[in-house]
């Protein structure tokens, strides 16, 4: 058991971890091909199939759990009056097209929900919150609402006992993701949403910081993959031919643009009117519902 967090932004990064484990396709059930080895030596691979690109092999997450998300992984706390602009204008628009969809503020699950601070301003704007997360930390424990510890996959839950699953940028550090899908569209209503933000890696800077990594013009190659933080590597296509494996039917995909307060203005309007209405932002955002 590694009692610290090791620096994993460094080329002995692969050293850390002792058990590896192989991984097919989630959605093909076919072992994939290497296209790359990042700065810190993980294999990066694409699944022939589909175009699916992930960590291939991984450290078994047992390791994962104590090496990556350890008690040093999460930030300090961040209480909901002390919200960034960026972060507020993140929750406001994810919960005003899920009640778009939806029609109500109804019962909302937080997979991985961190520090919780999604789960205090969903709950202000009037949503029933449950979060959820394989280790809970000092801050959301303190919130009023339900919290569970664990993974999905663990724990018994009610079917069709939520309105809104919400995975914002949680589906990527998953073992198996489908997995999480196929469970989360069990424990939704009928006409209830799944919510998935993942690092586009079709975006625009992505696209650019590949190039470099393949040409050699980077000092740390394949960087931006954040291997093996993440495990899963998606764009819009193979992030769409996984919720539809699950069972989910799409029904709304998109590249939003955040609001940064040091952009200005001019800057917000050319990153909303190219990047955005292109789908070639760094954020992919799916809202799914089940398949009926
Ligand atoms: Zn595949």
């Known amino acids: 058991m590694h009692t610290s967090k090791p620096n994993l932004d460094n080329p002995h990064a692969r050293a850390a971890f002792q058990k590896m484990e192989p991984v097919l396709c989630p959605i093909c059930g076919i072992k994939p091909v290497c296209f790359a080895i990042d700065h810190q030596g993980f294999q990066l691979c694409r699944c022939a199939g589909c175009r699916l690109e992930f960590a291939h092999p991984r450290p078994v997450f047992e390791e994962l759990r104590s090496v990556v998300y350890n008690e040093e992984y999460f930030p300090p706390s961040l209480t909901e009056w002390k919200l960034d602009p960026s ?104 006409n209830g949403l799944i919510f998935i933000s993942v690092p586009n890696l079709a975006g625009l800077s992505a696209r650019i910081k590949s190039f470099q990594s393949r040409f050699h013009l980077k000092a740390h190659r394949w960087r931006h993959y954040a291997a093996i933080h993440h495990l899963w590597y998606f764009t819009p296509v193979s992030l769409k031919a996984l919720v539809e494996k699950a069972g989910l039917r799409t029904l709304l995909l998109e590249t939003p643009v955040l609001q940064k307060s040091n952009r200005g203005a001019i800057g917000n309007i050319f990153y909303r009117f190219i990047l955005e209405k292109q789908r070639c932002a760094s954020i992919l955002d799916i809202y799914g519902t089940p398949r009926t």
């Not at 999604?118 to 202000?124: D, E, G, P, V």
């Not at 510890?149 to 940028?169: A, C, M, T, Y």
Request: charge should be positive; charged fraction near 30%.
């Open 87 to 190: 972060r507020q204008y993140q929750f406001s628009r994810q919960l005003r097209t899920l009640q778009r969809f939806s029609k109500k503020r109804g019962r909302l699950l937080d997979v991985g929900c961190g520090d919780g601070s999604f789960l205090a301003y969903a709950q202000r704007e009037g949503w029933d919150v449950t979060g959820m997360d394989i280790r809970l930390t000092r801050e959301a424990r303190k919130l009023s609402c339900r919290m569970i510890e664990g993974r999905l996959g663990q724990i018994d839950l009610e079917p069709k006992s939520f309105d809104v699953i919400r995975f914002n940028h949680v589906l990527e550090h998953t073992p198996n993701p489908l997995a999480e899908l196929v469970r989360s569209r069990q424990l939704v209503a009928e």
